[in-house]
């Protein structure tokens, strides 16, 4: 390999958002760094903060959110391929959350993606810093005993100081 | 088609996505010695841009990448 690229990269990341299509980026940079040797630290704040409770369950709704394709997860292969045009009043029945979430959560699993919570344990396995925005606790009522032991807690300061000795700074 | 290596450790990813094909190998990589190599297969078509990437990045070398149609291959030696 010749010259082979040793040095400690970092990187740092914000994770604002708790629903399950965002949860993902933030979990697969992470680990495919950590897994690249790189230092990682991700800051998780906001709606972003529920993805440290000890028990996750990310949703997904496409209400609002019309790039989200509608696939089924079963079925022949011409089938799941159908984008079903759900209109958006038919999202305001009671459960369609739901439904939505299952069904991507299937697609995932079939195609062989890890769920969030495997991403999440491979993140600590690889020692990548979870760290809890503090603030955000306060506002939404979180205590530490909430979350996963492997988390640290801290504020916009402790981010900073930590990003500012990166090599990637990216917000989700 | 491929040349021999002594192969050390094989590590089958068929059906998994990114990141797990360069997570798995992380993990292999770390159970063997420095100088020995691993064996990776992989059906992420995204594998073989990642997995440079991560040879690169890792110092570990690259040393052979089969691509089989849809299967890819790679060989690897912990340099580290």
Redesign the interface.
């Known amino acids: 390999m010749g010259t082979s690229n040793v040095e400690t990269k970092r990187l740092a990341l914000i994770a604002s958002k708790g629903t399950l299509d965002w949860a993902y980026p933030p979990f697969i940079l992470a680990t495919a760094a950590g897994a690249m040797g790189w230092e990682v630290g991700v800051f998780f704040t906001f709606y972003g903060l529920t993805l440290l409770k000890e028990d996750i369950e990310p949703a997904v709704t496409p209400m609002g959110n019309p790039s989200m394709p509608m696939k089924m997860p079963f079925g022949p292969e011409g089938f799941q391929n159908i984008d079903w045009p759900i209109p958006q009043l038919a999202m305001n029945i009671p459960g369609f959350n739901s439904v939505a979430t299952g069904l991507m959560k299937q697609t995932f699993k079939n195609k062989g993606v890890a769920t969030v919570g495997e991403l999440r344990d491979m993140a600590v396995d690889l020692n990548v810093s979870l760290i809890g925005c503090q603030m955000t606790m306060d506002v939404f009522g979180f205590e530490k005993e909430d979350f996963i032991d492997a988390c640290e807690i801290g504020g916009a300061a402790t981010f900073l100081e930590y990003a500012s000795e990166a090599d990637v700074s990216l917000f989700v | 088609m491929s040349i021999e290596h002594d192969v050390n450790k094989e590590v089958d990813c068929s059906?998994?996505?990114?990141?797990?094909p360069?997570?798995l190998?992380?993990k292999a990589i770390k159970e063997v010695d420095i100088g020995e190599v691993i064996k990776v297969i992989s059906t992420?078509a995204g594998s073989p841009p990642?997995m440079k990437?991560?040879?690169?990045?890792?110092?570990?070398?690259?040393l052979e990448y089969v691509n089989d149609e849809t299967v890819f291959t790679f060989y690897i030696r912990r340099?580290?």
């Open positions: 059906g998994m996505l990114c990141p797990m360069i997570v190998t992380t992420d990642d990437a991560w040879a690169r990045q890792t110092g570990h070398e690259l340099a580290n």
